[in-house]
């Protein structure tokens, strides 16, 4: 007699089910929304008019740095729309990641177009083992913040790219660049920009209180260390565990990148490869030889650190890929003329156009948010319901993560939205006696969690364009959807580290604590 097949355990059929439920009625709720374009045009307008009415209404509130009052400002004003008809090109033209996502595109084209990613991609597929593709993505994603915002516009469609190379849904390699570079922004194995943006600004607000206080580039370095394999392997986990089997079950992908089989394209694949690869060694020694020694193009020219090198690596990899891209063109026969490498970066850039379209309304709402001074209203708000709280120690750094998070979906801008919460945070909990470096570092942990979820994030739309290459029916609410899960990981993941970091009484950088102690030389660089 044949045994009947045994029904899972409730726990082992619901959970799953409940879970994709649940993600599957956030999709439909979101993808309900309208277009991008016309979700910024509506808020746009919903902006305009809460501004009015809280203006009309006396909303302020004092600023925590210099005392002076911050009003609630209407944008319906004569001379709020006389400035917006008047600067409404700077606005666009000003847009921080417009000029990002230009100037990569034109090396990155001519790389794509040649050929050099694809015939890379297929060599990485090939090395890496299977089990690892995932972690290497959100790996590589966490440490791409040295890049500056590069990362969103190379790693993550590379991500789908390495996925689709490997039979895998395309989709879910690009939620795991996506989670790594997003979620994980600010945390990386070496000292990035961000960390002297940040710590400049928590050093200013800390001299508010203490006037000898200073504030190191490495304060949260630990910490910011300690978190990449934390979250990569969080990462790898939700992709592996949740992400990819919902995708799987759904609609099936359109293949952008069928593969090929051709023994003698191979051959000059190989061939391209190693020029890409002889490019890539002779244009590194070339830039660490303008950044060798002090006095160097790439080093600052009064205190000899690598600030310049940092704030120029859109630039560096710019021409990297480019001189790679031709280089790779050339010997795989892709390239035959100059007119071949200019068609490739023109076409690179004509794929752009839908994001262009969605960066002008993105550019206007950030600036008109800007102009109302809502957002610092709100911050200021939020930094007064931690006061009243009245809780101190580690529930009010959890409270200052949870307050990171929500400021998050409204403002993208890490160091615009620390520039709002350290006056007002940092004096605060000193008097609680809690160190600045571990309120900037639960700043940090909170600051890039939400980054994955808010259609108002700035390179949001361009993802987006990104997953539609696969799925065209791809929305907003599929976007968010998505990415949710890993937004609550790397939440439960990050906390739960920066917990166990405040407990053990960890340094969090070089010479960095937790607890404030006036006039002492903590957080000074080593």
């Excluded at 950044?291 to 940092?310: I, K, Q, T, Y």
């Excluded at 206007?364 to 948010?369: D, E, K, P, S």
Aim: proline content about 7%; glycine content about 10%.
């Amino acid at each position: 007699m044949t045994d009947l097949p045994t029904a899972p355990a409730p726990h082992q059929a619901d959970r799953p089910g409940r879970l994709r439920r649940t993600l599957d009625a956030v999709e439909r709720a979101g993808n309900r929304l309208p277009d991008p374009v016309t979700l910024f045009v509506i808020s746009i307008a919903l902006l305009m008019t809460a501004s009015a009415l809280m203006a009309a209404a006396g909303v302020g509130a004092f600023n925590p740095a210099d005392g002076k009052p911050i009003d609630a400002v209407s944008l319906i004003a004569p001379d709020k729309l006389r400035r917006l008809f008047t600067e409404l090109p700077q606005i666009f033209t000003g847009f921080p990641p417009l000029g990002i996502v230009l100037i990569m595109m034109i090396g990155v084209g001519v790389a794509e177009r040649a050929g050099l990613f694809a015939a890379a991609l297929s060599g990485l597929v090939r090395v890496v083992p299977k089990g690892l593709l995932t972690f290497t993505i959100v790996f590589a994603g966490c440490n791409a913040s040295i890049a500056s915002d590069s990362g969103f516009v190379v790693l993550i469609p590379l991500a789908a790219a390495v996925f689709a190379a490997a039979g895998r849904h395309p989709i879910a390699g690009l939620s795991a660049g996506f989670a790594g570079v997003a979620g994980g922004f600010t945390a990386n194995l070496s000292i990035t920009t961000l960390d002297g943006l940040l710590s400049g600004m928590t050093q200013a607000a800390a001299q508010l209180l203490d006037k000898t206080y200073t504030v190191g580039i490495t304060s949260n370095w630990y910490l910011m260390i300690a978190l990449v394999p934390v979250l990569s392997i969080t990462g790898t986990l939700i992709c592996e565990w949740i992400v990819e089997p919902r995708l799987n079950a759904g609609p099936k992908w359109i293949d952008a990148a069928p593969r090929d089989d051709d023994p003698l394209k191979h051959a000059r694949e190989r061939r391209g490869l190693r020029a890409a690869g002889l490019t890539l060694l002779v244009y590194a020694m070339g830039i660490a030889a303008l950044a060798w020694e002090p006095g160097s193009a790439l080093r600052d020219p009064v205190d000899g650190d690598l600030d310049p090198l940092l704030r120029g690596l859109i630039a560096v990899l710019f021409l990297g890929f480019l001189l790679m891209g031709l280089a790779y063109g050339i010997a795989a026969g892709s390239i035959k003329s100059d007119r071949d490498a200019v068609k490739m970066a023109s076409q690179g850039l004509a794929e752009m156009g839908s994001y262009l379209v969605l960066a002008f309304f993105a550019a206007v709402f950030v600036t008109l948010f800007g102009w109302s001074n809502l957002g610092a209203l709100i911050a200021i708000s939020g930094a007064d319901f931690l006061k009243s709280a009245g809780a101190g120690g580690l529930p009010i750094l959890i409270m200052v993560i949870l307050i990171a998070m929500g400021t998050d979906l409204l403002i993208g801008s890490a160091s615009a939205k620390w520039a709002i919460l350290a006056p007002v945070l940092v004096p605060m909990l000193m008097l609680l006696g809690i160190s600045p470096e571990a309120t900037q570092a639960a700043y940090r942990l909170g600051d890039s969690t939400t980054n994955m979820i808010t259609p108002f994030m700035t390179y949001f739309p361009l993802i987006l364009i990104m997953a539609r290459r696969y799925r065209p029916d791809f929305g907003i609410g599929s976007m968010i959807a998505l990415m949710l899960p890993y937004t609550l990981a790397f939440f439960v993941a990050s906390t739960t580290l920066f917990a166990t970091w405040y407990l053990l009484d960890m340094p969090l950088g070089p010479g960095t604590g937790h607890v404030y102690i006036p006039s002492q030389t903590q957080g000074t660089s080593p």
